[in-house]
């Protein structure tokens, strides 16, 4: 295929439409004898293949590409010769060689500067089954966001491979004082899925350098979507020990019954004039605004174009490899507002393929880019997109005020007036004024990686309360999200207050900021097995994950109990059975007396404990609820169905001894 100035002045469109490739073939696949490596290239006038017998070779092979269908490049090279040698491509591009990794490169060596020739497929651990921990829909998920070096890099945490993928497969590590850590933590839990911050190869970090305490960085910078981080590696130079330690992780999670999903950023690269995207079809895979500059709507300094069709088939080739490859079981999309409904779409219905049960979640927000607003695939456009859930920030900043300003207060801070933000939020945002169809199109959530804790957010809202206040009002807010409906979604370190020393976006304030502290975890225990037992009461009673959105208006009854009270009833008749909770969050700093219905109640959480395997019979018309505190009630249930039996049985026997004394009178 040789260059011609008319392609290089093709718009996104016209390459569109003259060279979008739908194979399922770019950057390197393996047959029993070869391998064949196709890059897309439709601009350049030549590629050739550079190869690297190791990692740091200075002497290299170059093999000529030959020009392929719509705009490829390929060669084959013999698998027994090649297989483990490191690559590049380079290509002339109006007249200037540009060199680069592979963009669809599967596995690279340290700092992602060199892709590598080995088949992911042919690295699996011992154990490694693609069954998935049983699920059975959205609203019964609770996601757990977790920073992979975060998890074990604590010296207290008791894990050998302290922050690596392997840290986090090691079972049985403890404090030394015997509390839970890592692994172990996880699963006491009790959440269903570990959502993991980017695992891919980010450029933020230098991996050679991984145990420096400040060489961190949460990893939003993009550089090689296919391939695993390697700081998270034991050994960053083997690619193969990145992709083991990976699966192995994964398995180990869904060996304890959780699911794993993927952080993904394809809004924006870490550097557009660097990374491997887009280096080989200048100025295609990014927006540009009027004046030829990028976008920025992402505020990293470039948007991506999911719109574009070869932009797209990036990013579902590449969700669709790490749900197959690595048996991941959900996406988190960061700022997926700056995608395109119809990519988001076909991203759903390409894992819709794989497993139905695959969550995607994203941020939905509202972000300044050359889109469409009909198109973009924001939470104003969330009935579009069914199957895909966004962050309901409304509820966020209701529960705890806005997170933009820091002294701003919420529902749990005595700001009564964001009441119906919370209400909605409970309701699964699925009323008239909320922007989801059903209640699997929103996570609900109050606490994330970014923006302040809520304990650091209380600390700068409310100055003036005791800690065991602020104690009070951070576990009111994770019962309101743990009993509203929708997909709860908890901030690794929320349950114990973690605090980031009132560092609103630590995403480079180093380890010793952003490290799990379980030492912290055993001195707050009740608040962990407060959550641990509001998930628990979660599981335990369905109507806390109402299916869909008519079952939540027909269920879920909000109670007028005063200023500052969040009363709701969920009831149903079930199988015969009258099913009945009511929850009462009582942010005023007073002690509350509520007036029950007529029935038997048993108390399932109040103040500040749950108590499902002996809860408290409570008989008496009226009910304390504490200051600042959740109460949860469930009625006894009444058999309807056995009592309807028992009173038409008695029914029957009236009736025949009637008869019976009536023949007895007649002979008499």
């Known amino acids: 295929m040789k260059q011609t ?3 290089l002045t093709l718009t996104p469109q016209e390459l569109d439409e003259r060279f979008a490739y739908s194979g399922n073939d770019l950057g390197a696949t393996f047959s029993e004898t070869a391998i064949r490596v196709r890059l897309w290239a439709p601009t350049a006038e030549r590629v050739v293949i550079r190869l690297y017998k190791t990692l740091r070779a200075r002497k290299v092979e170059e093999v000529e590409m030959v020009a392929g269908e719509r705009g490829t490049y390929v060669v084959e090279l013999d698998r027994a010769a090649y297989e483990g040698y490191f690559y590049t491509f380079q290509a002339s591009i109006n007249g200037q060689k540009v060199e680069a990794v592979d963009p669809y490169a ?3 060596g340290t700092n992602g500067k060199r892709g590598a020739l080995i088949d992911p497929t042919s690295v699996t651990p011992e154990r490694w089954i693609e069954e998935r921990p049983l699920f059975h829909s959205s609203q019964d998920a609770v996601v757990y966001e977790l920073h992979v070096r975060d998890a074990t890099s604590h010296p207290a945490s008791g894990v050998v491979a302290r922050g690596t993928f392997a840290g986090l497969t090691e079972a049985g590590t403890r404090t030394p004082n015997g509390g839970l850590t890592g692994l172990d933590y996880l699963a006491d839990l009790g959440v269903t899925h570990v959502q993991l911050l980017p695992i891919y190869d980010f450029g933020s970090v230098n991996e050679t350098a991984p145990n420096d305490p400040d060489n961190y960085n949460w990893g939003y910078d993009p550089v090689n979507y296919f391939a695993p981080e390697g700081s998270y590696s034991s050994n960053p130079d083997d690619p193969r020990t990145r992709i ?8 180990a999670l869904h060996d304890r019954g959780i699911r794993v999903i993927m952080d993904v950023v394809f809004n924006h690269t870490y550097d557009a004039a660097t990374v491997p995207l887009g280096q080989f079809v200048p100025g295609y895979f990014y927006r540009q605004e009027a004046d030829g500059s990028l976008s920025n709507g992402s505020f990293c300094g470039n948007d991506t174009a999911s ?32 995608h395109d409904v119809e990519t988001m779409n076909q991203v759903r219905h390409a894992l819709d393929r794989i497993d139905p049960s695959i969550l995607i979640i994203g941020e939905g927000w509202d972000l300044d880019t050359p889109l469409d607003p009909e198109e973009k695939a924001n939470y104003f456009n969330a009935p579009k997109m069914p199957g895909i859930a966004h962050f309901n920030n409304g509820l966020r900043d209701g ?27 409970i309701a699964g945002n699925v009323s008239s004024q909320g922007f989801a169809d059903e209640p699997n199109q929103v996570v609900s959530y109050v606490e994330a990686h970014d923006d302040l ?15 065991e206040t602020r104690r009070k009002r951070q576990m009111l807010a994770n019962a309101i999200i743990l009993t509203g409906q929708g997909i709860p979604f908890l901030h690794a370190g929320q349950e114990f207050f973690r605090t980031k020393d009132g560092i609103r976006d630590s995403f480079n304030a180093g380890e010793v900021v ?6 912290r975890a055993e001195t707050e225990r009740p608040a962990v097995e407060y959550v641990k037992g509001l998930i628990a009461l979660r599981r335990q009673y369905p109507m806390f994950r109402l299916a869909n959105a008519a079952m939540i208006k027909k269920h879920l009854r909000f109670l007028e109990e005063g200023e500052g009270v969040i009363a709701f009833e969920l009831k149903r008749t079930y199988e015969g059975y009258i099913e009945r909770q009511r929850v009462y969050h009582n942010a005023t700093e007073e002690d509350i007396t509520i007036e029950l219905p007529n029935g038997e109640f048993e108390v399932l959480v109040e103040s500040g404990a749950v108590k499902l395997h002996a809860p408290r019979l409570h008989e008496e018309k009226q009910l304390v609820v504490q200051a600042l505190t959740t109460t949860v009630i469930a009625e006894r249930k009444a058999d309807y169905k056995k009592y309807a039996v028992a009173g038409g049985a008695a029914l029957t026997i009236i009736g025949l001894l009637y008869a019976a004394n009536k023949r007895r009178k007649k002979t008499d």
């Open 514 to 519: 952003n490290r799990l502290d379980y030492e």
């Open 5 to 7: 100035a008319d392609m």
């Open 307 to 338: 719109e574009r069709l070869m932009m797209r088939k990036f990013i579902l080739d590449c969700v669709t490899y790490w749900a197959k490859e690595y048996h991941l079981d959900g996406f988190r999309f960061d700022l997926m507002g700056l």
């Open 106 to 108: 599967k596995a690279v």
């Open 453 to 467: 804790t809520i304990w650091d957010k209380l600390t700068v809202s409310r100055p003036e309360d005791t800690e």
């Open 244 to 251: 083991l330690e990976l699966k192995q992780l994964v398995q």
């Open 399 to 425: 529960v705890k005020g806005d997170v933009q300003t820091p002294e701003d207060r919420g529902f749990i801070s005595g700001a009564f007036d964001r009441t119906s933000e919370v209400k909605r939020g």
